[in-house]
């Protein structure tokens, strides 16, 4: 599962799926990360905020604005079976990742494989 992801509802929904198991790649901003690691210091110098919402999930750094970036979020997308992501309405899509692409990406790769 990959999750482009933030605050309280994506990150807690993918925490879920990661406690029942699954391998969850949080992608986060270059810098500060996820805006909701700086609420607190409270776990060595974490937020608890963000421990609580993230454990069992593993983290990646990407600038979303750079094409080396965006070929990365593409491969790690080829081949995950969910993709989780709450940020601004129609940012995702001005990325090259709104969900029709995403899903026409994903039959093109099944059949490519079928051959």
């Known amino acids: 599962m990959v999750a482009v992801e933030q605050a309280v509802a994506a ?3 993918t925490r879920q799926l990661a406690d029942l198991g699954a391998r969850v790649i949080k992608i986060e901003r270059p810098g500060a990360g996820d ?3 700086g ?3 409270t776990v ?9 919402l993230n454990r069992s999930k593993q983290s990646l750094t990407l ?7 965006i070929d990365v979020l593409r491969r790690l997308l080829g081949r995950a079976d969910v993709f989780i992501h709450n940020l601004a309405p129609g940012a995702m899509a001005r990325l090259g990742f709104a969900s029709p692409d995403v899903r026409r990406e994903r039959d093109r790769r099944a059949v490519d494989h079928r051959q």
């Not at 060595?44 to 963000?50: A, D, E, K, T, V």
């Not at 600038?63 to 970036?69: F, G, I, P, S």
Request: charged letters at 25%.
């Open 11 to 13: 990150p807690f929904a």
């Open 35 to 37: 805006f909701a690691r």
């Open 39 to 41: 609420y607190d210091a």
């Open 44 to 52: 060595n110098g974490m937020s608890s905020h963000f421990v609580w």
């Open 63 to 69: 600038d979303l604005k750079r094409a080396e970036a």
